[in-house]
């Protein structure tokens, strides 16, 4: 039986980071993963690198731009005699940039020494993991420390069972071979959202479907109410307070049944993606006799270090508590790794981005003024628009504001939320200042670059104290 200092399991965000720092470290590293490619070949990267983060904003970059040359880029004084589709080359791309992505992993593996298996892996005791390949006999190999990272897969409904062709999930939506008439897309969250904008910018009459009566309930309210109604300008649809309660698949289609305040309704749709969140990939992760917890979600039990019940036992990304969110998976990754030889290492988890790749889109780090409110805490609002932008309005997106909230004794930052062009490149600044538990007054009192987008963060820190420069006030 082959030894290791660290045989991680995974090899998403969470566990290729682990096992590449673990290498960098010193110890002699091993990963196992079950995914192949097309020619049954290891494919690295997981979930986000293969059929989430990456693919999903590949699409979002090309429908937008697609959106753009037809009516945005004629105000900029660039015409076009005619636009066309071609969804073949656009899936191409897509297929090209996650090959580059996860090859570039294949090579960090290489050079790092890590060595690979391919297949599933679970974990025995006495720290034995077993890996079965698709094809051959099982294989055990032992570690001194193991990290769990199986991901996470779409969630499944009961009454919408997937079938790969009228009822996807998230997987499929990446792939589609043309572009529906109407799309119905049960889930209005992150993802919903995100494959609900490509298929509506490419053509498809798209319907959200959300049990919520209001868009993304864990966002501050003020800005998700701006963005829903952003969104039903562009044409996406919204069956808010609705739940499903059955479907008939068809020849030309699937006859949706839902219920919501006006009563039972249904509508009919080419197709249903189901988007109604992620589970844990934990069934198969361990022997019973192991004695591994789960909890009643099905996530390992992990205390504040990712340390599971089970000595030398660690559990990162998905597959336990918190968001299911690749960065906040890799930071564990990198946490335990430096862990494991010796070193001191936390994640922040009051300090972890969150970010909805819409257009405009949402970022938002920290507390809501809704949890403020329940909490009872003392605490100052300063929000800017960007419509009082002039890069905004140079680039021509001033949809959409920044709010700063503040601790009202200390000043200390808690939360801040975005709406906008890029926040997701700007909403680094915002967890950088919480993580120094910077101040509002310390980002009022920060130069930033003109014409920036960033300068709207400086004025909604600035308007804390109503000290916003750029900002009629009745």
Same mark, same amino acid.
């Given at each position: 039986m082959e030894q290791f200092d660290?045989?991680?399991?995974?090899?998403?965000?969470? %566990?290729?980071?682990?096992?590449?720092?673990?290498?960098?470290?010193? #110890?002699?590293?091993?990963? !196992?993963?079950? $995914?192949?490619?097309?020619?049954?070949?290891?494919?690295?990267?997981?979930?986000?690198?293969?059929?989430?983060?990456? *693919?999903?904003?590949?699409? #979002?970059?090309?429908?937008?731009?697609?959106?753009?040359?037809?009516?945005?880029?004629?105000?900029?004084?660039?015409?076009?005699?005619?636009?066309?589709?071609?969804?073949?080359?656009?899936?191409?791309?897509?297929?090209?940039?996650?090959?580059?992505?996860?090859?570039?992993?294949?090579a960090l593996f290489k050079a790092n020494g890590i060595t690979l298996f391919s297949g599933q892996g679970r974990l025995l005791a006495n720290k034995q993991?077993?890996?079965?390949?698709?094809?051959?006999?099982?294989?055990?190999?032992?570690?001194?420390?193991?990290?769990?990272? *199986?991901?996470?897969?779409?969630?499944?409904?009961?009454?919408?069972?997937?079938?790969?062709?009228? !009822?996807?999930?998230?997987?499929?939506?990446?792939?589609?071979?043309?572009?529906?008439?109407?799309?119905?897309?049960?889930?209005?969250?992150?993802?919903?959202?995100?494959?609900?904008?490509? $298929?509506r910018r490419l053509g498809s009459q798209v319907t959200l479907f959300e049990t919520a009566d209001v868009l993304l309930p864990a966002i501050d309210r003020s800005l998700g109410k701006q963005a829903q109604k952003i969104f039903q300008q562009q044409g996406l649809n919204f069956r808010f307070a609705s739940h499903v309660t059955a479907c008939k698949v068809k020849k030309d289609g699937v006859k949706l049944h839902y219920s919501n305040h006006e009563g039972e309704q249904s509508e009919h749709f080419d197709r249903i993606l189901v988007a109604v969140g992620r589970v844990p990939n934990t069934e198969a992760i361990a022997d019973a006799a192991c004695g591994l917890q789960l909890d009643k979600w099905g996530r390992i039990e992990v205390d504040d270090q990712c340390r599971t019940t089970l000595p030398g036992v660690y559990a990162i990304g998905d597959a336990v508590r918190g968001p299911m969110l690749a960065h906040k998976g890799s930071e564990e990754g990198m946490m335990v790794a430096a862990l494991i030889a010796g070193q001191y290492a936390r994640v922040n988890y009051e300090a972890i981005p969150f970010v909805v790749y819409t257009q405009p889109e949402l970022a938002w780090c920290g507390k809501t003024?809704?949890? #403020?409110?329940?909490?009872?805490?003392?605490?100052?609002?300063?929000?800017?628009?960007?419509?009082?932008?002039?890069?905004?309005?140079?680039? %021509?997106?001033?949809?959409?504001?920044?709010?700063? #909230?503040?601790?009202?004794?200390?000043?200390?930052?808690?939360?801040?939320?975005?709406?906008? *062009?890029?926040?997701?490149?700007?909403?680094?600044?915002?967890?950088?200042?919480?993580?120094?538990?910077?101040?509002?007054?310390?980002?009022?009192?920060?130069?930033?670059?003109?014409?920036?987008?960033?300068? !709207?963060?400086?004025?909604?820190?600035?308007?804390?104290?109503?000290?916003?420069?750029?900002?009629?006030r009745s």
């Open positions: 660290v045989v991680v399991i995974g090899a998403g965000p969470a %566990g290729y980071v682990a096992a590449i720092r673990c290498a960098q470290l010193g #110890l002699r590293t091993a990963c !196992v993963d079950q $995914w192949l490619d097309a020619e049954q070949q290891p494919l690295l990267g997981g979930t986000c690198l293969n059929v989430g983060c990456i *693919p999903s904003k590949v699409l #979002l970059e090309s429908s937008e731009l697609f959106e753009k040359v037809q009516h945005t880029f004629p105000q900029h004084g660039i015409t076009f005699d005619s636009v066309m589709l071609d969804l073949p080359q656009m899936m191409q791309r897509k297929e090209k940039v996650v090959a580059s992505l996860t090859g570039g992993v294949a993991v077993a890996v079965m390949p698709q094809e051959g006999e099982e294989q055990l190999i032992a570690a001194q420390h193991i990290i769990l990272a *199986p991901g996470s897969r779409p969630r499944a409904l009961g009454i919408l069972p997937f079938d790969g062709e009228r !009822v996807v999930d998230s997987t499929a939506a990446l792939s589609f071979e043309s572009v529906v008439d109407s799309l119905a897309v049960i889930g209005a969250g992150i993802i919903g959202l995100e494959l609900g904008s490509v $298929w003024e809704e949890e #403020l409110k329940q909490e009872g805490a003392s605490y100052r609002v300063g929000t800017f628009s960007f419509a009082a932008n002039g890069r905004a309005r140079a680039i %021509g997106e001033t949809a959409g504001m920044i709010k700063v #909230l503040s601790d009202a004794v200390t000043d200390r930052v808690l939360g801040i939320h975005m709406l906008g *062009p890029q926040v997701s490149e700007l909403i680094g600044q915002a967890v950088l200042a919480m993580e120094f538990g910077a101040s509002s007054e310390d980002l009022a009192m920060t130069v930033f670059a003109h014409p920036s987008l960033s300068e !709207v963060l400086h004025e909604a820190a600035l308007d804390v104290d109503r000290r916003a420069i750029h900002k009629l």
